[in-house]
């Protein structure tokens, strides 16, 4: 549960901002979308899965080199 103490000289926008701010490092809206509805076991493995996929995709498509496009031969 997000908590902030509001400062007596601080205004009600401020205040609001930083709760906003804390709410979004607590991912608490994360994990209420997340509980929101029930996914079967096996539906969840399946999105795992998916979901490492896709991590993995992006992981090695940063470390591989943009410039690795093949040479064409030079005729000479």
């Known amino acids: 549960m997000a ?3 509001v400062n007596s000289n601080e205004s009600i926008e401020s205040a609001l901002r930083r709760f906003k701010r804390k709410v979004i ?3 608490i ?5 997340k509980h929101a509805h ?3 076991p ?3 493995a399946k999105l795992k899965s998916a979901n490492a996929r896709k991590r993995n995709r992006r ?3 940063q470390q591989r080199p943009m410039n690795n496009a093949p ?3 030079m005729n000479g």
């Open 25 to 27: 490092s607590e991912e």
């Open 38 to 40: 029930f996914i079967p």
């Open 42 to 44: 096996g539906q969840k």
């Open 3 to 5: 908590y902030i103490n």
């Open 71 to 73: 040479q064409r031969p």
């Open 59 to 61: 992981r090695f498509r």
């Open 29 to 33: 809206i994360k994990d209420l979308k």
